[in-house]
């Protein structure tokens, strides 16, 4: 078992502040002034009252699983050799779910309700970027 090969990511300028923002090791978060919503995914407005002032913020990196599973198997180049590993969803404490992995423990030990914390897989990258992928430990 390894850890996954992610793709690299591409940032358009929607998401260039939550792609950067994972470079440094932090997650980045919008949240609307009008109507106090914070989302992921990164949008060009807010998704409940299409307002355009979004603002950027450092959001904790805390969380709790949502939801996950446990893959065994997967051919996607990548993702093959980190067999098994959990996909899951976590509730950020400052809200919106993230799809991601959590790491740093047995897939057997994760539960739902788990508290957890971001932790960042770093990409050798050759257009000079700094992205990461989050993923989460157990807190």
Request: hydrophobic share 35%; charged share 20%; proline share 6%.
């Amino acid at each position: 078992m390894s850890e996954i090969e992610h793709p690299l990511p591409h940032a358009s300028w929607e998401t260039r502040g939550y792609w950067e923002g994972a470079g440094r090791g932090e997650i980045v978060l919008q949240r609307c002034p009008d109507c106090d919503l914070v989302q992921h995914k990164p949008r060009g407005v807010c998704a409940t009252c299409l307002g355009s002032h979004l603002e950027h913020f450092v959001a904790s990196g805390r969380g709790t699983v949502y939801t996950y599973t446990i893959t065994n198997q997967n051919q996607a180049k990548g993702f093959a050799d980190a067999c098994p590993y959990v996909m899951a969803y976590v509730e950020l404490d400052e809200g919106p779910r993230l799809l991601t992995n959590i790491v740093g423990c047995d897939p057997d030990a994760v539960e739902i309700g788990m508290a957890v914390v971001a932790d960042f897989a770093t990409q050798e990258r050759d257009d000079g970027e700094l992205f990461a992928v989050p993923r989460f430990t157990p807190a």
